[in-house]
C-alpha cells in the first residue's frame, strides 16, 4: 500500500498534506506517530467529562493535528468542538450534539488506526 492509497482507504486529502508537510517522506513519519501521540484519545476522553476548557484545548490539538495531515473530516469536526467552546463564546450545542460529533470522531479515527496499521504492515 502507497501513502495515497492509505490516505484513499481513510478517506484523508493526501495533497492537503502535501501542501503543508511538503516532502512525503514526512507525512509518513506523522501519519505513523498519530495513533502513538494521544490527541485524539485527548479529545475523546475529555468528551467523557465534558469539561469546557479540556474540551476546547484537546478538540483545538486534534483539529491542528489532523489539519496537518490532511485528515480534514475529522480535522472539520473537532473544529466544530473547538467554536463550541472557545472561551468567551457562548455555546449553541447542546452536550449531545457534541456527543454525536464526538462519536462520529471516533468512528472516523477507528477507520484511520486500521488504515495505518495497514499501511504500516505493509
Excluded: W
Excluded at 490516505?7 to 498519530?34: F, M, N, T, W
Excluded at 483539529?63 to 495531515?69: D, P, R, S, T
Amino acid at each position: 500500500m502507497t501513502l495515497q492509497e492509505l490516505y484513499e482507504s481513510i478517506g484523508g486529502d493526501y495533497e492537503q498534506a502535501l501542501r503543508v508537510l511538503r516532502v512525503e517522506k514526512l507525512i509518513d513519519k506523522h501519519i505513523r506517530k498519530l495513533t502513538g501521540n494521544g490527541v485524539v484519545d485527548n479529545l475523546l476522553a475529555a468528551g467523557e467529562t465534558m469539561d469546557p476548557t479540556q474540551l476546547f484545548e484537546t478538540a483545538h490539538a486534534t483539529k491542528g493535528v489532523c489539519a496537518n495531515l490532511g485528515l480534514t473530516r475529522i480535522a472539520g469536526l473537532a473544529s466544530e468542538i473547538a467554536e463550541e467552546f472557545r472561551p468567551g463564546t457562548p455555546r449553541t450545542m447542546s452536550d449531545d450534539e457534541v456527543k454525536d460529533k464526538l462519536r462520529a470522531i471516533d468512528g472516523l479515527y477507528e477507520t484511520t488506526k486500521e488504515g495505518i496499521g495497514r499501511y504500516v504492515a505493509e
